[in-house]
């Protein structure tokens, strides 16, 4: 099994910013970093939707139009963590966000291409 917990949500101005980190943990999970990992949000009412991955070296990363250029993935191979700075936080990016495990290497963006998720942490961005 993996467990994945994510850590570092809360409220904030719109213009502040957060750092999450996702924290991976299991005995089978024995090459975190043969695996891409990804981050998803989901705001009430609506489905949960992509916001950035990373490959399992962390050399690549992709990310969703509508938080190119304010949030960063990153990943510490050496702690089994991963994170995601966001920076210029809009009251639009208030959600839950999740951190996964991706099922293979590259760069995916579709939620059925992960099969471990975490609990999820809220964000909360105030105008």
């Known amino acids: 099994q993996v467990q994945l917990v994510e850590s570092g949500g809360g409220l904030v101005q719109a213009g502040g910013s957060l750092r999450l980190s996702c924290a991976a943990s299991?005995?089978?999970?024995?090459?975190?970093?043969?695996?891409?990992m990804g981050w998803f949000r989901q705001a009430p009412g609506k489905e949960r939707e992509f916001v950035a991955c990373?490959?399992?070296?962390?050399?690549?990363?992709n990310y969703a139009d509508s938080v190119k250029g304010r949030f960063t993935i990153s990943r510490d191979n050496a702690k089994s963590t991963m994170y995601l700075q966001m920076n210029s936080l809009e009251p639009q990016d208030t959600a839950l966000y999740y951190c996964?495990?991706?099922?293979?290497?590259?760069?995916?963006?579709?939620?059925?291409?992960?099969?471990?998720w975490g609990q999820g942490t809220q964000v909360t961005v105030s105008s």
């Open positions: 990373i490959t399992g070296s962390g050399g690549n990363m």
């Open positions: 299991g005995r089978t999970f024995i090459s975190y970093s043969s695996y891409a």
């Open positions: 996964a495990k991706a099922q293979t290497s590259g760069l995916p963006v579709l939620r059925r291409q992960y099969d471990y």
